[in-house]
């Protein structure tokens, strides 16, 4: 079995030893960031080592312990580098997130309306906050309801990806005296049981749909 970048389990070990003996030899092996060996243990193999019947056995035992570690140190570095990478990567796509010029919504899969980014308050009149007490579907007119359900259930399985046309409903505060045509992308995130929609508005309005 391949990982992803290619390699198999054998040949990222391999990989592994041979640059952990490499720092080794040159005396630049990271410092110890996981479980070290007792000193009494230690103490007990160090004794063993002088012995000359259980040395060669005694010092190849250290040296793969030894090694070991370093693995191990190596490891812990490689984590806390992918930590902080993805710590950036998550902070980077929030804010491209929060600042999209298009309306986002992340939606339960019963349509309750999760979370909000910035412009959707604009585009539906009213506040991240408030936009959290209703479903996609009172955010749309009942004309768009047969598309919108038509959506939900295309997106059962996670990754899915669904496209159509919405409208939305007359606004007063906004000037709008027929409702506005939406584009709603809308795709099943992998990693939870909610959907991304994101909803940009077409540059023609439609009469409601009869």
Known sequence: MKNRDGRTDTE???????RAETLMGKGTAPSANGGRLNPDTLEL???RAINPE??????KLLHE???HQVEL??????LQYDEDEIAEDLAHYRSLYECAP???????????VIRSNQAAGPLFGCSAYQLLDHSVAELLTPASGAALAGAIEALERPGAGVEFLA???????????EPLRVHVRARRL??????LMVFSPVSDTLPPTR
Do not use: N, W
């Open 65 to 67: 312990l030894q090694t």
């Open 45 to 47: 193999l160090y004794r």
């Open 73 to 78: 140190d190596i490891l812990f570095q490689q």
């Open 167 to 177: 409208e939305l409903p007359e606004r007063a505060d906004a000037g709008k005296t």
């Open 190 to 195: 992998e990693s939870e049981d909610c959907i």
């Open 12 to 18: 990222l070990h391999a990989s592994l030893r041979t």
């Open 102 to 112: 298009m309306a986002y919504l992340i939606v339960a899969s019963d349509g309750g």
């Open 54 to 59: 259980s040395a060669p056995d005694v010092l």
